[in-house]
């Protein structure tokens, strides 16, 4: 890419370091993809402790977390990474962060949670994201997939 870049550019002086440049363009898509599964993966667990302890203390303040984390997902999310998202990945680390940390309170995940992820990344894309109306979702889910 850089020789097409110089092919076609030809006047652009010799000093300039386009390979440097290129890479510090791919380490920046990087760090944004990373920043939106680090996003992705908080709210999911928020989600996840949410379904798990729904009469919990905590429950208004990981709301209010949530609201934050898909906040900065919007400023960090381009859809040329829709590809690249990987949700199935991201909902199982969530699963276990948020086990890890129910564990810590006696608490564990409901039943019938799916090993992918039982969301598309759309669902967390929307300016009208709901924390409520996703655990509901999330509920239903697990309360429809439990063993009986």
């Known amino acids: ?4 870049i110089r092919l ?4 652009l002086p ?3 370091d386009l390979d440097n440049i290129a890479e510090e363009i791919a380490d920046l898509g990087k760090s ?3 920043a939106v599964h680090s996003q992705l993966r908080n ?5 996840l402790k949410a379904a798990a302890d729904p009469g919990s203390r905590s429950l208004d303040h990981w709301r209010t977390e949530t609201d934050g ?4 997902l ?5 859809p040329s990474m829709a590809r690249k998202v990987e949700m199935d990945r991201t909902w199982r680390l969530a699963k276990r962060n948020a086990a890890s940390a129910l564990r810590e309170h006696g608490r564990e995940l409901p039943q019938g949670l799916p090993d992918g992820c ?12 709901d924390f409520d109306v996703t655990l509901v979702n999330l509920v239903t889910f697990a309360t429809a997939h439990a063993p009986r």
């Open 1 to 4: 890419m850089i020789r097409k």
């Open 8 to 11: 076609f550019c030809p006047r």
């Open 14 to 16: 010799t000093d300039i």
């Open 32 to 34: 944004h993809l990373d």
């Open 43 to 47: 709210i999911l667990v928020h989600l």
């Open 69 to 72: 984390f898909q906040s900065e």
């Open 74 to 78: 919007l400023v960090k999310y381009s």
């Open 118 to 129: 039982p969301f598309e990344l759309e669902a967390f894309l929307g300016e009208d994201f």
